[in-house]
C-alpha cells in the first residue's frame, strides 16, 4: 500500500513571497503520478499540478512548481509571489499507474498574510 | 460547461437512518470516484467506476455501504444504519478517460452528521 506524509500541519507566508510544502511518499511502484491539490475553505478540490514519475524534468504552471527527487520519494510544492487567494488547504496526492485512484496526504494548511 | 456536482450539499441523519447521496459527474465522463473526508484529514478513497462497472470497492468500510452508477452517469452512494462514525464530508470526482495522469474533476462533497 501506498502512503503519503505532509509533516507540515500549518504554514503561514506574507504576501508576495515564497513558500515550500513538504511531501513525502512511500511505494515499491516504478509507474506512478503525483499532484498537488487545493481546497479552498468553499471545500472543492482543484488541481493545482500533476507529476509524472517517469519525467524527469520538474513540474510548472505559472506561480508553482514541484522539486521531484524520485530516489528520495519527495515531491514539494513551491509557491512563488504568493496571493491571498493562495490561502487554503494544500493536499499532496498519489497516483499508481494510469487512472486509478488518488490516496492523499493529511494536508497543509497554509495562510498567505497581507 | 458544468462541473461535479453533489446533492444534498448538508445532510444530517439520526443514527440508524439511511441516508442516499447523488453526485452527477462532468458530462462524458467515464470514471468516477468517491472520496471520504473526515474534519482535518485528507479525503480516503472508497469505490470507483469506469462506466457502470464498479471497478474497486475496496475502500468501503463495511457492508453498510453501497455504490451504484446504473447508467454509466449519475452515481449514488448509500449508507444504511448510519453510525457516528460516518459523520464525513462525502467528495466525488469524476475523470474523463481513466487512462494517464487523467485529472480527477471534485464535486463541492456532501457534508454527512449523524446525530
Known amino acids: 500500500a501506498q502512503t503519503v506524509t505532509q509533516s507540515q500541519p500549518e504554514m503561514s507566508v506574507q504576501e508576495a513571497e515564497t513558500v515550500t510544502l513538504s511531501c513525502t511518499y512511500d511505494?515499491?511502484?516504478?509507474?506512478?503520478?503525483l499532484f498537488w491539490y487545493k481546497q479552498p475553505p468553499s471545500r472543492q478540490m482543484i488541481l493545482v499540478i500533476r507529476q509524472e514519475a517517469y519525467k524527469q524534468q520538474n513540474a510548472t504552471e505559472n506561480r508553482f512548481s514541484v522539486n521531484f527527487q524520485k530516489a528520495a520519494k519527495s515531491f514539494s510544492l513551491k509557491i512563488s509571489d504568493s496571493q491571498l487567494g493562495d490561502t487554503a488547504m494544500y493536499f499532496c496526492a498519489f497516483m499508481k499507474g494510469a487512472g486509478n485512484m488518488l490516496t492523499f496526504g493529511g494536508g497543509t494548511r497554509l495562510m498567505v498574510k497581507p | 460547461g458544468a462541473g461535479v456536482s453533489q446533492s444534498p450539499r448538508y445532510k444530517v441523519a439520526k443514527r440508524g437512518q439511511d441516508v442516499a447521496l447523488r453526485c452527477d459527474p462532468i458530462s462524458g465522463h467515464v470514471s468516477l470516484f468517491w472520496y471520504q473526508q473526515a474534519l482535518g484529514q485528507g479525503p480516503e478513497f472508497l469505490t470507483y467506476?469506469?462506466?457502470?462497472?464498479?471497478?474497486?470497492k475496496s475502500g468501503l468500510p463495511s457492508d453498510r455501504f453501497f455504490a451504484e452508477r446504473p447508467e454509466g452517469s449519475v452515481s449514488t452512494l448509500k449508507i444504511q444504519r448510519t453510525q457516528q462514525e460516518d459523520s464525513a464530508v462525502y467528495l466525488c470526482?469524476?475523470?474523463?478517460?481513466?487512462?494517464?495522469?487523467?485529472?480527477?474533476?471534485f464535486g463541492p462533497g456532501t457534508r454527512l452528521t449523524v446525530t
Open positions: 470526482a469524476s475523470s474523463r478517460s481513466g487512462q494517464g495522469a487523467d485529472e480527477q474533476y
Open positions: 511505494t515499491s511502484e516504478n509507474n506512478y503520478y
Open positions: 467506476f469506469q462506466n457502470e462497472a464498479q471497478l474497486d
